[in-house]
């Protein structure tokens, strides 16, 4: 049973524009949102979070928007640059040791 | 610079043999968490550990085996009990249990032919 789904394998975005990748969760009990970017044959680097208590949190390029009623929440990239290109994991927390984690989408930045 | 180091970066074994992938961090992190990552797959934990001398078992626990001896360093046991050790591995640490953000190594590709 999957309590995190990035339901999109893959999105290809052209460059300078917005790239919007989605997450979806069905435990309500998670608390805290995460996402990562990861290269080929590399670790995934943490990127930006968002408490529950917050619906929005900004850093630069990146935006990161919860709606909590429908369990859903997105990260948004503007404008879209080529050093983008990578996967992008979203995980949730319900404030233990463990990050549950979505299978990822693999973002691709179109020139 | 402080960080977490993995080694090797790729691995391979025959079938039958156990292997130890290294993880070692200076960042000062009380928690450790070794995950596996297959295609198409988010990442699974397999053991964490919160302290020194203490692990706790993931969800894929089976198969695999860790230590704890020091605090910078959390070695994973890849057993023959594993039935698919075929992964990319990855260690990652936290200054401590329940604090979100993991902090992730480089990673080991093991091949296990």
């Known amino acids: 049973d999957q309590q995190v789904k990035q339901n999109s394998p893959s999105l290809s975005v052209q460059e300078g524009r917005i790239s919007i990748l989605n997450c979806d969760y069905t435990n309500s009990m998670f608390d805290y949102f995460l996402w990562y970017k990861k290269y080929p044959a590399e670790g995934p680097t943490f990127l930006i979070s968002i408490s529950s208590i917050k619906d929005k949190n900004e850093d630069g390029r990146f935006t990161v928007f919860l709606n909590k009623s429908a369990k859903h929440l997105s990260l948004h990239i503007v404008p879209s640059q080529p050093g983008d290109s990578a996967v992008y994991f979203c995980a949730a927390s319900g404030g233990n040791y463990q990050l549950i984690w979505g299978a990822g989408t693999k973002l691709i930045i179109k020139p | 610079d402080g960080g977490i180091t993995q080694s090797p970066k790729y691995l391979f074994r025959k079938e039958g043999q156990n292997v130890t992938l290294s993880c070692e961090q200076n960042?000062?992190?009380?928690?450790m968490y070794w995950y596996r990552q297959d295609p198409g797959q988010g990442l699974r934990l397999i053991y964490y550990s919160q302290i020194v001398n203490d692990f706790q078992k993931g969800d894929i626990a089976e198969g695999y085996s860790v230590s704890r001896e020091k605090k910078e360093s959390f070695p994973l046991t890849v057993t023959s009990a594993q039935k698919n050790p075929t992964a990319f591995y990855l260690c990652?640490?936290?200054?401590?249990?329940?604090?979100?953000?993991?902090?992730f190594g480089p990673g080991t590709r093991l091949t296990v032919t």
């Open positions: 990652a640490s936290s200054p401590r249990t329940g604090w979100n953000e993991q902090y």
């Open positions: 960042l000062n992190h009380d928690a």
